[in-house]
């Protein structure tokens, strides 16, 4: 079992940038890939990004091209740039390492992180 700690979240907001950032207790070059999820107050928990091993990333539509996945192995993390934050990217985001390639399907999940609140306000 892997341990995922996540930090970075807060408060921000509209038009603003976070990055938040998921450490890892083991080499994160063990999985075949990484995923950053959300659940927003009475939502389900939805994928917002993952990148697999060989470095393909994918994304929710609606992040598509504001939000960056990224692994930087000398620190054993992976990251998720957030840029243009709506009020609507409000959630807990979690980081989590998915069994298989069926990243959107939160029941094939291996380990998740305890969670980060991010909030977008004026």
């Known amino acids: 079992q892997v341990r995922l700690v996540e930090s970075g979240g807060g408060l921000v907001q509209p038009g603003g940038s976070l990055r938040l950032s998921c450490a890892a207790s083991?080499?994160?070059?063990?999985?075949?890939?990484l995923g950053w999820y959300r659940q927003a107050p009475g939502k389900e928990r939805d994928l917002v990004a993952a990148?697999?091993?060989?470095?393909?990333?994918i994304y929710a539509d609606s992040v598509r091209g504001r939000f960056t996945i990224s692994r930087d192995y000398a620190k054993n993390t992976v990251d998720l740039q957030m840029n243009s934050l709506e009020p609507e990217d409000t959630a807990v985001y979690y980081c989590?390492?998915?069994?298989?390639?069926?990243?959107?399907?939160?029941?094939?999940?291996?380990?998740w992180g305890q969670g980060i609140q991010v909030t977008v306000s004026s």
């Open positions: 989590a390492v998915p069994m298989g390639t069926s990243y959107s399907d939160t029941r094939l999940i291996r380990s």
């Open positions: 083991k080499s994160i070059s063990l999985f075949n890939a």
């Open positions: 990148i697999s091993s060989g470095g393909s990333t």
